[in-house]
């Protein structure tokens, strides 16, 4: 199966989700991930690659450069992330947060205007690589001051005056346009990661189904074959039952024509017994134990 990222185009959300995978279960091996070589770590992820994206040509080098793209792009949503959870106001949600997370991501000025790598978050979130850190307590914005003012001597502070409310300066024109671009932009990008969630669930339930029908059709592949051998086997052992059968009619054929005019009584005798136990083989064969009764007569 020939992969776009072979070719040279873009590589797709499956092949970086495996790769992701491939390298999750690689480098935090509880066995192995801790004393592997640069070079031997890759050699493994690529056989993992390969093993979930069957058919697949990429080598360990190409999966090595992609990896280093893509977890630059995760570092930045880790900080970004980690930068909208210090920033979290009280009362919003995930969707919220993801949507801050999204405008700290393309502020920074470096690469992408958003993060499009969702699918690949999924996997690696809970790394310690990728590990969000709280910085500190969650800081609640807009709901009191940060201090309090100074007591005034001022004779203007009268009780009237503190009573009163305090107005509002007026926004300047321009200002609620821009407020509503930003939520617009926001919208969209929580669209855009609902869909992309949606596109992967959809996506790894697919591969899901491809490996069952793949261990399906090497299931009965793997029977059809050994039923062949038990056939073949069964055929070889009749092969050999007919031929070991055939050898003993051929030598009790030549025993009944033996000529014994020109032996002597001894060997008269020897073959005259011969005779009898092929006779008596045979009527077994034919007649069951019963019809060999007058052989034993005549020895006796």
Not at 100 to 111: K, N, P, R
Not at 190 to 207: D, F, G, P, T, V
Not at 235 to 254: F, H, L, P, V
């Amino acid at each position: 199966m020939g992969s776009s990222s072979e070719t040279g185009g873009a590589w797709s959300v499956m092949e970086d989700v495996s790769l992701c995978e491939s390298w999750l279960h690689t480098s935090h091996d509880p066995v192995t991930g801790n004393e592997m070589k640069f070079c031997h770590m890759w050699k493994r992820i690529h056989q993992d690659f390969c093993e979930r994206m069957i058919g697949s040509t990429c080598t360990d080098q190409a999966l090595s450069s992609r990896w280093k793209i893509l977890t630059k792009e995760l570092s930045k949503w880790r900080d970004a992330l980690a930068k909208a959870m210090d920033n979290h106001r009280s009362g919003e949600n995930l969707t919220n947060e993801i949507i801050q997370a999204q405008m700290f991501f393309g502020a920074t000025g470096q690469g992408k205007k958003s993060f499009n790598h969702m699918h690949c978050w999924e996997v690696v979130k809970n790394c310690k690589k990728f590990q969000i850190i709280p910085m500190g307590p969650t800081v609640v914005l807009n709901e009191t001051p940060l201090h309090e003012t100074p007591a005034s001597d001022s004779p203007m502070d009268s009780p009237m005056s503190q009573d009163s409310p305090i107005e509002k300066e007026p926004r300047p024109i321009g200002r609620k346009a821009a407020k509503a671009k930003r939520g617009s932009n926001a919208t969209k990008n929580s669209s855009k990661y609902l869909e992309e969630l949606s596109k992967l669930q959809a996506m790894r339930i697919e591969m899901d189904m491809k490996q069952q029908e793949h261990d399906m059709a090497i299931d009965v592949e793997n029977a059809k074959e050994r039923e062949y051998v038990r056939q073949q086997r069964e055929y070889a052992r009749q092969e050999r039952e007919y031929a070991r059968q055939e050898k003993i009619e051929n030598k009790d054929r030549e025993t009944m024509a033996m000529d014994t005019t020109h032996m002597s009584p001894e060997t008269k005798q020897y073959w005259k017994l011969e005779r009898r136990d092929v006779m008596r083989r045979r009527l077994f064969r034919e007649d069951g134990p019963s019809n060999t009764d007058w052989l034993n007569d005549q020895n006796n």
